[in-house]
């Protein structure tokens, strides 16, 4: 119940096109979702969160969707910049104990061709 | 740069050994947090210490110990490794738990 999902495990986009990640929870007590950027040799850099008061949130290129009654976010990347490559993770935490800590998805390696 | 800031960068040691990640967390940050990351487990959560106080615990083997000092920086211990604990190892904080959480550059062990 704890597990955070995320597909695809990679994936190759053209620049300019779409990038889609998908990510599906399973413990309705999860109210935070942040997706992480991490390059290699990095450590992972916070790149948008949201909470489940709102379905959608927008910054810059990227968006996240929240559908709360499938238990799924997904995060879009518009305009996908060879830049962009790099590998991508959606995390999830709940209020139980008031810790914070987060449960990441398996992460997906996202490459960009120019 | 996040803010946080962990050393060293690198750390090769051999088996049966032990061996301590330091952690300095951003300014004003009293929430710490320590990951594991490896290949076949990706980013799993071991252990967080909110104002000196260990806060929640994780998937931590019995072998690995943290702290948080007075001046909020935290160590990892880790002893009698194993080449299975060749891993990534990072440090994230937050202001509170629950804020976001900024994470450093990482530790990279090596057993060997």
């Known amino acids: 119940q704890q597990q955070v999902k995320q597909s695809p495990q990679s994936l190759i986009v053209q620049k300019g096109g779409i990038s889609i990640i998908n990510c599906a929870y399973e413990?309705?007590?999860?109210?935070?979702f942040p997706w992480y950027q991490q390059f290699p040799g990095k450590g992972p850099a916070l790149l948008i969160a949201i909470r489940p008061d709102v379905s959608e949130k927008k910054e810059g290129r990227f968006t996240i969707s929240f559908n709360k009654s499938a238990k799924q976010f997904s995060l879009h990347i518009m305009d996908s910049q060879p830049g962009d490559s790099a590998t991508y993770f959606c995390a999830a935490s709940g209020p139980s104990g008031n810790t914070g800590k987060l449960i990441f998805g398996q992460g997906t390696t996202l490459q960009v061709k120019p | 740069d996040s803010g946080v800031t962990q050393t060293p960068k690198h750390l090769i040691t051999a088996t049966g050994q032990r061996v301590t990640l330091r952690c300095s967390p951003r300014s004003g940050d009293l929430s710490v947090y320590w990951y594991q990351q490896s290949l076949d487990q990706g980013l799993q959560f071991l252990i967080q210490?909110?104002?000196?106080?260990?806060?929640a615990k994780g998937n931590i083997l019995e072998r690995f110990s943290a702290q948080q000092f007075p001046d909020l920086h935290s160590e990892l211990n880790l002893s009698s490794l194993e080449l299975g604990d060749s891993a990534l190892y990072f440090c994230a904080s937050s202001p509170q738990p629950r804020d976001e959480a900024f994470f450093g550059q990482g530790t990279r062990l090596t057993v060997v």
């Open positions: 210490y909110y104002n000196g106080e260990e806060r």
């Open positions: 413990n309705t007590a999860f109210d935070y």
